[in-house]
């Protein structure tokens, strides 16, 4: 089951600023390719960037972790801000955090 674990915020509000997020397994680099649902050490940039959804217009963007994101593992989440016309390497990262999937409670 997918669920938001946090909200990340635009300073400006509502800005058309367009944002998407990365999960990167801490200790491997692998990454969660979203297309082909798998974690991976080769994928597209495309393939492993998630979109972020403005609620509204309000300049705040929930990230939603996977529902088939791996558990057990510690994750970087890394949140781009969107360039140019899809998204790429160059892309400025905007906040990194971790996050463990996995715990005792099931998460």
């Known amino acids: 089951m997918s669920y ?27 990454a969660w390719d979203d297309v082909n649902e798998k974690l991976s050490l080769s994928s597209n940039w495309v393939d492993e960037a998630i979109e972020l959804v403005e609620q509204g217009l309000t300049g705040q963007y929930p990230i939603v972790i996977p ?7 510690r994750y970087n989440i890394v949140i781009y801000k969107l360039v140019g016309s899809e998204a790429q390497s160059t ?17």
């Open 67 to 73: 529902t088939d994101l791996p558990t057990g593992k």
């Open 91 to 107: 892309d400025d990262i905007e906040k990194q955090y971790q996050v463990m999937r996995g715990s005792i409670f099931g998460f």
């Open 4 to 30: 938001i674990d946090t909200i990340i915020f635009d300073a400006g509000g509502h800005t058309g600023n367009e944002y998407y997020v990365r999960f990167v397994v801490d200790d491997t680099g692998q």
